[in-house]
């Protein structure tokens, strides 16, 4: 079946859907329109010159906003009292038509202010942190009062208005259209009654600001503090450094002058500037880091300030010193708005490291300011390095090093952490103030020598330190050295270092290779200052006798020498080693004599352990026979008789022109 439409009833139908389409439009626009603007909140904040104050909001409904609200305003008091988060209800009052909820916020300063407004906009949802700042005049600054905020009295009544659409309480309301419900209504501050100017607006993270103050300021201030050096002191000295230009201070002379004044603490100096000046000086006496940031607020029209200064050696390394400085000075008023604020530390030159060619000399060193601590750190460094070298002709040889520092540095490294740093058999010795840790190396050849320097700390160019010798022709040699310390004691070296080199058996003779250039040929010995390595090769010659070979001749000669003493004791205990081993210990009257020095008659001296020239028996003789010069039936002197005519006696015997007899009994030789 075919059908057929009516034009006029297409249309017809066609129009009556555009009706319907624009009714459902209008009614929509009109939701949008009565949810985005329920109502609109004032907002009045009154502050005394203390800094005390009331802020008050007033939320205005209109009567037509209110039919959309079930139960009208007994439903928004209660939700009001029910659900008020710190805020001071005043009640609900009749405008006319509309109604008005009046709530204040009581603060005695703006510390104050931001904690009671903190709990009000977590009430609300919000995440940000309250934050207040109120100015008050600081001649010769300004004229007068400055608040800052960051929230606003739509930020303050959330709370208020999510409630009521949580609760169902407002028509056709979502979440979306919490901040949207209330318009801001008139904002005004005022202080003593003098309205304050809104000079900026609220952003994301930002605060407005409402003044009525003409501000002026130094162009500069520079704050430098001395002292930090020895914290457990706690005196500290600070000066500040003011830079205004002329024709501001002429604006406002007298005011500046008293500023200067009043900012200058007691047994503290002021320097102006002069007639024509720009600089002011005022330098703080000296005082605990409380004292100091107490007169720096008086300096710079501010508050808050705080000086502190810790120092302790680094958990890491203990050669290294952590100075922790905190500095936080606001110089906001007295800086203005173009001024600079410059910080820093004075401190002894090398207070945080490197070299220093003059003790007295001071270094600045610049502070960040703010509340969280600056760390400045000191690497402790031994301040003198000395080597001593000796090498032999197999390439051993000898290596010392001597490390210095101050006893004051050593004190706070502590010689426990040296010694574990530079290892076993490190000693420690002290002297005039300067404390030096030695340790040393040796070996008898050049491989062994080579891994003895590794273990002392030295490395060479490409791995383990290198020592050579190599003999040339005519008792001459070639000696080649390049080692230096390693990474983990250059670190701790100064730049003060001494290389003295010398041979053991060897003279050296001329330099065939410096790669630093600074080496000095001497004449038994090659110095190199400067510098904490070498890499260079000597031309020597053969000398006397090395040390180890003199050692080893020595211990020859202390061995015959002990032999030799050995045979002179024996000797000179015969008899009694004799009578030990031979059972004897008296000589016979006649037919001995062995036991003792014989003389001939007629003879001489005697000789001891000898033959006379007339045949007698000395040490170890023939026995002698009767008619050779003994008296076999003569009687024994004590200690030898001396016949008449004869010759001086020996020990142990008796001589005479007829002879002598052997001694009776033991000898004492």
Avoid at 236 to 246: I, Q, V
Avoid at 349 to 377: C, K, M, R, W, Y
Avoid at 405 to 416: I, Q
Avoid at 624 to 635: C, H, W
Wanted: with cysteine; aromatic share 6%; glycine share 14%.
């Amino acid at each position: 079946m075919h059908i057929t439409t009516s034009p006029s009833s297409s249309l017809a139908e066609r129009g009556l859907s555009r009706s319907r389409l624009l009714l459902l439009l209008f009614a929509g626009i009109a939701a949008v329109f009565l949810l985005a603007a329920c109502g609109e909140v004032d907002d009045s904040t009154e502050i005394e010159a203390d800094g005390s104050g009331v802020q008050t909001l007033a939320v205005v409904i209109g009567e037509t906003d209110m039919e959309d609200v079930e139960g009208g305003a007994a439903t928004i008091e209660s939700v009001i009292e029910a659900n008020n988060p710190g805020l001071e209800y005043q009640g609900m009052t009749k405008n006319g038509t509309d109604t008005v909820f009046t709530l204040t916020l009581s603060f005695k300063d703006a510390k104050d202010y931001a904690a009671k407004a903190q709990p009000v906009l977590a009430a609300g949802e919000l995440t940000k942190t309250a934050e207040v700042t109120f100015t008050p005049p600081s001649p010769p600054f300004n004229s007068g009062y400055t608040l800052t905020r960051n929230f606003t009295a739509n930020d303050l009544t959330r709370w208020a208005v999510k409630a009521l659409v949580d609760d169902g309480k407002v028509a056709n309301a979502t979440d979306s259209d919490i901040d949207s419900a209330l318009e801001q209504g008139d904002v005004t501050v005022s202080v003593d009654g003098s309205e304050l100017e809104r000079d900026s607006y609220a952003g994301d993270g930002s605060a407005t600001v409402w003044t009525n103050a003409a501000a002026v300021g130094f162009d500069s201030v520079k704050v430098v503090t001395a002292g930090a050096e020895d914290p457990a002191a706690d005196a500290y000295t600070r000066t500040l450094t003011y830079e205004l230009t002329r024709a501001t201070y002429l604006d406002a002379k007298d005011q500046f002058d008293a500023f200067f004044a009043a900012a200058t603490p007691e047994g503290g100096e002021l320097t102006p500037a002069g007639e024509t000046g720009t600089t002011w000086v005022i330098a703080f006496p000296q005082g605990t880091a409380e004292q100091v940031g107490t007169w720096t607020d008086t300096a710079l029209a501010t508050t808050g300030s705080v000086l502190s200064v810790e120092t302790a050696p680094s958990s890491d390394d203990p050669f290294a010193i952590e100075t922790r400085v905190v500095d936080t000075i606001e110089c906001t008023v007295a800086c203005g708005e173009m001024g600079t604020l410059e910080q820093a530390l004075l401190v002894p030159a090398g207070f945080s490291g490197g070299d220093v060619e003059n003790p007295d000399a001071t270094e600045e060193i610049p502070l960040e300011g703010g509340t969280e601590a600056q760390v400045i750190t000191k690497n402790i460094t031994f301040s003198k390095a000395a080597y001593d070298v000796t090498i032999n002709r197999d390439g051993g040889g000898t290596v010392t090093m001597d490390l210095s520092l101050p006893a004051a540095d050593d004190a706070v490294v502590t010689e426990k952490n040296v010694v574990a740093f530079l290892g076993e058999g490190t000693e420690r010795s002290e002297s005039e103030g300067i404390v030096t840790y030695t340790r040393t190396a040796e070996a008898e050849t050049s491989a062994e020598f080579s891994g003895a320097l590794q273990k002392l700390g030295f490395d060479g160019v490409d791995g383990a330190p290198e020592v050579s010798v190599v003999e040339r022709d005519g008792g001459t040699y070639s000696v080649s050295l390049a080692m230096g310390l390693n990474e983990k004691l250059w670190d701790k070296a100064g730049s003060e270092a001494t290389w003295t080199i010398r041979g053991d058996g060897l003279r050296p003779t001329s330099l065939t290779q410096d790669e630093q250039g600074t080496a000095v040929l001497g004449e038994e010995t090659i110095t190199v200052e400067d510098s904490h390595g070498v890499i260079l090769t000597f031309a020597a010659e053969r000398t006397g006798l090395g040390i180890g070979a003199i050692v080893g001749i020595l211990a020859v000669l202390a061995v015959l020498g002990l032999l030799l003493a050995a045979g002179i004791v024996a000797f000179l205990n015969r008899a009694k080693l004799k009578a030990l081993f031979g059972g004897s210990t008296t000589e016979a009257a006649a037919g001995s004599g062995a036991a003792g020095p014989g003389v001939q008659a007629g003879s001489g001296a005697p000789q001891h352990g000898g033959v006379s020239d007339d045949g007698g028996a000395g040490f170890g003789g023939a026995t002698p026979q009767q008619g050779d010069g003994v008296q076999p039936d003569a009687a024994p002197q004590p200690g030898g008789g001396v016949q008449p005519g004869g010759a001086a006696p020996e020990v142990g015997g008796s001589t005479g022109d007829a002879g002598t007899g052997p001694m009776q009994g033991p000898h004492g030789g």
